[in-house]
Nanobody, 115 residues
Framework: QVQLVESGGGLVQAGGSLRLSCAAS????????MGWYRRAPGKERELVAQ???????KYADSVKGRFTVSRDNAKNTVYLQMTSLKPEDTAVYYC?????????WGQGTKVTVSS
């Protein structure tokens, strides 16, 4: 089992910044993808940003140029630096990691962007 613990959510004004962190612990053998999803009120969960173990990145079009995902493999931690935040970024953000094809999820951290 792999446990993921997120931190860093909160309330911020539009145009502001937040940094989310997610630390993995437990039976870590070889985590491939680590990244962030979000679920906004009344919407489906969507991929926000993801990084692979080989250093490749993927971003949702809506966050390109504003969000940056990074990863510290030595600490088994993934970060999401969010800048120029918009009210439509309001959501619960979930950390995700896959190991040998099995997806693990964090409990979620709420981000609220006020206009």
């Amino acid at each position: 089992q792999v446990q993921l613990v997120e931190s860093g959510g909160g309330l911020v004004q539009a145009g502001g910044s937040l940094r989310l962190s997610c630390a993995a612990s437990g039976r870590i053998l070889s985590i491939n993808n680590m990244g962030w999803y979000r679920r906004a009120p009344g919407k489906e969960r969507e991929l926000v940003a993801q990084t692979t173990s080989s250093g490749r990145f993927k971003y949702a079009d809506s966050v390109k140029g504003r969000f940056t995902v990074s990863r510290d493999n030595a600490k088994n931690t993934v970060y999401l630096q969010m800048t120029s935040l918009k009210p439509e970024d309001t959501a619960v953000y979930y950390c995700a990691a896959d190991q040998f094809g099995y997806n693990y999820w964090g409990q979620g951290t709420k981000v609220t962007v006020s206009s």
